[in-house]
């Protein structure tokens, strides 16, 4: 089967997103797929690179001209209404490999719509977050979830996030190009039922299959326990959380949580600053700015308990996987995707977003009972067997032999 991924960004470019398509693509070459990646250019990116059988073409859009869509980070984004010059490289491509599936994952999916009529490979969509509906793509305002889409409200919060004129323009784009997105994708495949419910799928009777995040089957052994960063980590056993230091993650929450526990286990944090990380910190505190990704796993490996207390609507996030990989029990947000990949009692506890006092009860439950946090861990290490790579990708092959056939 000929397999054409369409994202906004590819590795180098570094990112949950980024690594999931490229796990994706290459768990379809392995089963002998031919796999192509169409994704924007970086600064002095060539044009067409193979990445282990897989090939890469990097292409510059007219909206990666003006500086404005382009973060200060250097990432560019395809707009959420079709960019002329994306649209016109993709038509080459799609010309060389007449694709049997298109496959796309983000925004860059608009600049294929208009091409589509011309090209009858099915289209499949990964939903990683709340792009349809939400220009921000998070459903995250002023500080808390948002309550759905309302045309006032999403200029106002665009307008905020990325500055009046982008905003509006993105907001508008965002909103125009819905009814051409739900028409021309056979399937949409959201990463958890709150992405799902978010986009408003089942509210439009949209074809849809829950396709969750993964992790590489062997993921729990690709850490690296040499790591330098981890001599900072605490002898004895402790709590980790791993993600941005950032209010919407639920950092700040976290932190009044441990503050009013007594005699608990040392807090480890890892992951960048960012503008609203908390400064005041308990005791017994760890903050370990940067790791590499083998460096994190060593530590899941050497924690005691996770934590995830995202306050925002997480889609599905893989570090929650990663920790049931090595088998911890994980203390998470009743939210977004969480409620997907940990089971309540069973895997760990699931307590209210943004409630300090909730996530401090739970984790004094768990430190008084340490043969539960013991039970909960091996029925984690259980149920990410579900969250693999060789559990998801044959159940992708199987919906795209059904988008085929449904075709046919």
Not at 33 to 47: F, L
Not at 91 to 100: E, I
Not at 238 to 264: C, D, P, T
Request: proline content about 9%.
């Amino acid at each position: 089967m000929r397999v054409l991924m369409l994202t906004d960004l590819y590795p180098p470019f570094i990112g949950g997103i980024e690594q999931h398509v490229r796990n994706l693509s290459h768990g379809l070459r392995d089963r002998g797929h031919d796999v192509a990646v169409v994704t924007m250019s970086g600064p002095d990116s060539p044009a067409v690179e193979d990445d282990g059988g897989i090939e890469v073409h990097r292409i510059r859009g007219t909206a990666q001209r003006v500086e404005s869509v382009t973060s200060p980070q250097g990432r560019p984004h395809s707009p959420p209404f079709p960019d002329p010059g994306v649209v016109r490289a993709l038509g080459p491509v799609l010309a060389r490999h007449r694709p049997d599936i298109v496959h796309a994952h983000n925004w860059m999916v608009r600049s294929y719509l208009p091409l589509k009529g011309r090209n009858y490979a099915p289209l499949v969509m990964t939903l990683h977050d709340y792009g349809i509906i939400c220009a921000k793509r998070s459903l995250w305002l002023d500080g808390r979830a948002c309550s759905g889409p309302a045309f006032r409200k999403c200029l106002r919060c665009a307008a905020a996030n990325y500055g009046t004129a982008r905003g509006t323009v993105i907001a508008l784009g965002n909103w125009a190009m819905q009814p051409m997105q739900r028409s021309r994708v056979e399937m949409f495949l959201p990463v958890s039922n709150a992405v799902a419910v978010g986009n408003d799928l089942v509210g439009h009777d949209l074809p849809y299959e829950v396709l969750p995040n993964f992790v590489p089957d062997d993921v729990a052994q690709r850490s690296d326990p040499h790591d330098p960063a981890l001599a900072a980590l605490p002898r004895e056993p402790f709590w980790l959380y791993v993600g941005a230091l950032s209010r919407h993650k639920g950092v700040h929450v976290l932190i009044e949580a441990y503050r009013g526990l007594s005699n608990a286990p040392p807090l480890v944090m890892i992951g960048p600053a960012w503008h609203d990380t908390p400064i005041d910190l308990p005791p017994n505190t760890t903050v370990i700015p940067s790791l590499s990704h083998a460096g994190v796993m060593a530590a899941w490996g050497r924690a005691a308990l996770g934590i995830v207390p995202s306050v925002f609507p997480d889609p599905c996030p893989t570090v929650a996987m990663e920790a049931m990989s090595c088998g911890l029990a994980l203390v998470g947000s009743q939210t977004g995707g969480l409620p997907d990949l940990i089971a309540d009692g069973e895997t760990g506890l699931l307590v209210e977003a943004g409630n300090p006092v909730a996530l401090r009860a739970a984790l004094a439950r768990l430190m008084a009972d340490p043969s539960a946090i013991d039970g909960m861990g091996r029925a984690a290490l259980l149920k990410v067997a579900s969250f693999t790579a060789s559990a998801v990708v044959d159940r992708l092959e199987n919906i795209y032999s059904e988008v085929l056939a449904a075709r046919a």
